[in-house]
């Protein structure tokens, strides 16, 4: 069921330019990244079992969900006694390798290289105006979040402000200085696992 939204901004980046770099730049690094992701889903299969790619429901744009996919970093009951299974989850969430499966989410156009980070059902269902406001794009693999508040302990839906300001203030330069900002950003602040 689709979500009401108010209409995304109406700028040229935003309604050609941004969809279709997503696109095309998703499409090839999901392509050049392949290998990396092969091998990362043999060790998973390895470690943790079937399946190694997990499909959450997040929603989307215009409020339509959608299947975001993350390799699997752990079975409950599968740790050996050195921890080895847990050290190899731990490690791929907090360099955020079990986000890789994503780019394959930007290239089917469900989400954004750079926007809001996406919600699963129970947090999106309310009426809230600005929850509603922040679908009007589509998620993003990274965002203001992901930089510039990660690893703050607080929760996912207390960012709801900094979504906001970035729907406001969308363009070119902010989604590429966004781009650059995530990689330092992810060997900085780590993640809590």
């Known amino acids: 069921m689709e979500t009401d939204v108010t209409a995304p901004p109406e700028s040229v ?53 959608f299947n975001l996919y993350k390799i699997n970093t752990r079975k409950d009951h599968q ?10 989850s731990l490690w791929l969430r907090r360099t955020s390798l079990d986000e890789l499966p994503q780019l394959w989410n930007v290239a089917l156009g469900h989400m954004s290289l750079v926007g809001p980070r996406p919600l699963p059902p129970f947090h999106a269902a309310g009426e809230d105006a600005d929850l509603n406001r922040r679908h009007s794009l589509r998620p993003g693999l990274t965002g203001p979040w992901q930089v510039d508040a990660r690893g703050d302990g607080r929760h996912l839906t207390d960012h709801l402000e900094v979504d906001l300001a970035y729907l406001e203030n969308l363009s070119f330069s902010r989604d590429l200085a966004l781009l650059v900002r995530t990689v330092p950003t992810l060997i900085r602040h780590r993640e809590e696992a």
């Open 13 to 65: 980046y935003a309604r050609f330019g941004k969809p279709l770099l997503d696109r095309l730049v998703g499409l090839v690094l999901a392509v050049f990244t392949l290998p990396i992701l092969i091998v990362l889903l043999v060790m998973a299969l390895g470690a943790f079992g079937w399946p190694p790619v997990l499909r959450t429901s997040r929603i989307g744009r215009r409020g339509t969900r």
């Open 79 to 88: 740790t050996d006694l050195r921890g080895r299974n847990m050290r190899f």
